[in-house]
């Protein structure tokens, strides 16, 4: 028990525990462990299973549209005038982000198991969207929990959901956020153990969760791999992703962790600074706890309790962060790193204008810290950053903060 | 807390466990209670520790915990509420009822330490299932500190004995799949799980989730050893608040008179089964 993942390698994690290092592990109510145990079992059948490997890339290719394309930021690049910057186009698949990959993923696991029933939580609403979309293809009905609060700065998400055909709650029990959406589906997935499959959005959670979230988003790392070696010959200099569960970061960084000339970043939300508690930058600011199943980083109190985060992008508006993040930063293979609410608005303009390309608020953190370090970088260098998301769903939050009403 | 259980079997009926709110609406009305409990009929008490994110409690104990909170509780502070009933009362087995984050972040040995101290008998803690033993479960045990382990619907005869494997005290069924605060089960339903687990083990079995009622306690009570009422009682000083929330002249009251009701029902309980 508890050992750690081989030391010559970075991607043999978790241990059968479920452990990245102390971080990870299955902290959930009794009622919850068989069911825990159940999708782990089905969980090592599906991923050695052939037929399954099958249906997930036919529908990768025909349904989500993979794979998406590497682009050269030609304009981004000449402005900034240090390295090359490529970007991994996770914001062209459908529905619009990189949350599909895993909710197709899931939803397979889910058929195997014979669930009749999805339930899932969500921030800015594009993991609810994606899971209600793939409970549309499958037939199967969805409940949505989403924070009170983020039902209506997310107005325009909600109701794609309602057209997709599932049931969004609103939680306004504690303070009706992404965590309170999180502990009302626990609470959901408890009381229906039977017929129920809780499709987590994120590579947190009980183990098995952070690790199949991990290999469904791990397309992206891998297709970006050998993306880069036709385009260049070479690899990256440096991998930049958002960071707020970590879903796509991990899906990016995972495939290039063993590569030692690949350094990488992760980027969290700095809100309006780390003095204060309008952030939510687990990793940079916060301590090691236990929340929602798993051992991590966590923004909270001297008593374990747990602070509400804030994020302009109400996709990284999380106090927690995936447990293999924890572990990467601890062991240092991957640098955190904060950027500001105005920093991202900052990028999420220059990026549009540029390139032509609206993208989300989330990946527009990871724009930002890449706007601050290609400079910095020799003109032969390489950046490759995953464009995680595309910003329709932020234009009005964009425009109200720029004065801009819609 | 083997003598207390001892002692019930001895007089022929299950124990009254009860559930409240450590600092709900405030530290000095819930010490207030706390000592009530006793006299009550209370046979067990079981001290909540506020977590800010309960996930496995329904909305009665959720909003509990966040007016305790609000009022400035802390572990600490329910460690001192637990010391402070035990300078009257020695014999009252205390349980603290919780969440691991609070206990992980004061330090597993502190805790375990200063829970002693203050005359703690056992804990429950809700996201430690018995695959986490080595977090809380083993140090616990290891300096004489009972820990309580709730076994489910889910829970089947497979999984039975690694549950019980490490457990002591008591095994606490919860009576159905979902959260705190729901209905009532069948009560025969819950008989029947009673006898399941009794073939597993020779602890005492407490019975929760669900009951509020004397009738409740009385139906539960006819085959488990102990019945365990919480929502009910954390309900009962929600509705005695004035409208800032604070206590009134009725908070305490009004919980003993819940209990003493409670109490009777789990006393008529083997005269129900014998009927």
Redesign the interface.
């Known amino acids: 028990?508890?050992q750690t993942p081989k030391l010559n390698s970075f991607r043999s994690g978790p241990d059968e525990?479920g452990r990245f290092g102390i971080f990870g592990?299955?902290?959930?109510?009794?009622?919850?462990?068989?069911?825990i145990l159940d999708l782990q079992d089905e969980w090592n059948k599906a991923k050695t299973d052939p037929a399954f490997q099958a249906e997930l890339a036919d529908l990768g290719t025909h349904y989500i549209g993979r794979p998406s394309p590497l682009y050269f930021a030609e304009r981004l690049t000449a402005e900034l005038g240090g390295a090359k910057i490529y970007f991994k186009r996770e914001e062209l698949n459908h529905t619009g982000s990189h949350k599909i990959n895993n909710c197709i993923g899931q939803i397979l696991l889910a058929k195997r198991m014979g669930k009749t029933r999805i339930i899932a939580e969500t921030g800015a609403g594009q993991h609810g969207v994606a899971s209600a979309t793939v409970a549309a293809r499958f037939g199967l009905p969805c409940v949505v929990y989403m924070g009170a609060t983020d039902v209506e700065r997310q107005a325009p998400n909600v109701f794609r959901m309602k057209l997709l055909g599932a049931e969004v709650k609103p939680v306004t029990?504690?303070s009706g956020t992404l965590?309170?959406a999180m502990?009302e589906a626990?609470?959901d997935w408890?009381?229906?153990?039977d017929s129920t499959y809780y499709l987590i959005g994120t590579a947190a959670g009980p183990h098995p969760y952070p690790e199949l979230v991990r290999e469904f988003q791990s397309v992206i790392g891998k297709e970006a791999r050998e993306q880069i070696l036709e385009a260049e010959g070479r690899l990256p200099d440096l991998v930049v992703a958002a960071v707020g569960g970590g879903s796509n970061a991990i899906g990016i960084f995972h495939p290039f962790l063993d590569d030692e000339t690949v350094k990488m970043v992760g980027v969290e939300a700095g809100g309006k600074g780390l003095d204060g508690d309008e952030h939510c930058a687990s990793i940079t600011a916060g301590?090691p706890?236990?929340?929602?199943?798993n051992?991590t980083y966590?923004l909270?109190d001297?008593?374990?309790?747990?602070k509400e985060g804030h994020s302009i992008s109400a996709g990284l508006d999380y106090p927690g962060i995936g447990p293999e993040h924890s572990w990467l930063s601890d062991v240092g293979r991957v640098e955190y790193v904060p950027i500001m609410d105005h920093e991202a608005l900052e990028a999420f303009r220059m990026l549009t204008r540029l390139e032509g390309i609206i993208p989300a608020l989330e990946p527009s953190h990871a724009i930002a810290e890449v706007i601050k370090r290609a400079p910095k970088m020799g003109k032969d260098e390489i950046i490759l950053m995953n464009l995680s998301g595309r910003g329709d769903k932020d234009i009005f939050t964009v425009g109200n903060i720029l004065g801009m009403g819609l | 807390m083997d003598k207390r259980f001892a002692d019930l079997a001895a007089e022929g009926r299950p124990a009254l466990v009860t559930y409240f709110m450590g600092g709900d609406p405030d530290f000095e009305t819930s010490l207030a209670i706390m000592k009530s409990l006793p006299s009550a009929g209370s046979d067990v008490i079981e001290l909540g520790m506020p977590f800010s994110d309960p996930m496995a409690d329904g909305p009665a104990i959720q909003l509990a915990g966040q007016r305790a909170l609000k009022a400035g509780q802390t572990l600490e502070k329910t460690l001192e509420l637990a010391r402070r009933f035990r300078a009257d009362d020695k014999d009252t087995p205390i349980v603290l009822m919780g969440y691991y984050n609070p206990i992980y972040v004061y330090g597993v040995d502190r805790f375990i330490e200063n829970a002693l101290e203050a005359g703690i008998d056992g804990l429950i803690v809700v996201d430690l299932p018995p695959e986490m033993d080595d977090e809380l479960c083993l140090p616990a045990l290891a300096k004489g500190l009972n820990f309580i382990r709730l076994a489910t619907p889910t829970t089947d005869d497979k999984r039975l004995p690694k549950v019980l494997e490490n457990t002591s005290g008591f095994v606490y069924y919860v009576s159905m799949n979902g959260i705190t605060g729901s209905a009532l089960p069948d009560p025969s339903l819950v008989g029947g799980a009673v006898q399941r687990i009794k073939a597993h083990t020779r602890l005492p079995v407490c019975v929760g989730f669900g009951v509020k009622t004397p009738e409740h306690a009385r139906a539960i009570g006819a085959s488990a050893d102990g019945v365990v009422v919480g929502t009910a009682i954390v309900n009962q000083v929600a509705s005695s608040l004035n409208e800032e929330g604070h206590s009134t002249g009725a908070t305490v009251p009004g919980v003993e008179a819940l209990v003493r009701g409670l109490a009777a029902g789990v006393r008529g309980s083997r005269l129900a089964a014998a009927e």
Do not use: C, W, Y
């Open positions: 028990m508890n525990d592990g299955r902290f959930v109510a009794e009622t919850l462990m068989p069911l029990a504690g965590k309170d502990n626990l609470r408890v009381t229906n153990v301590s706890g236990v929340l929602h199943g051992r966590l909270q001297r008593d374990g309790q747990i």
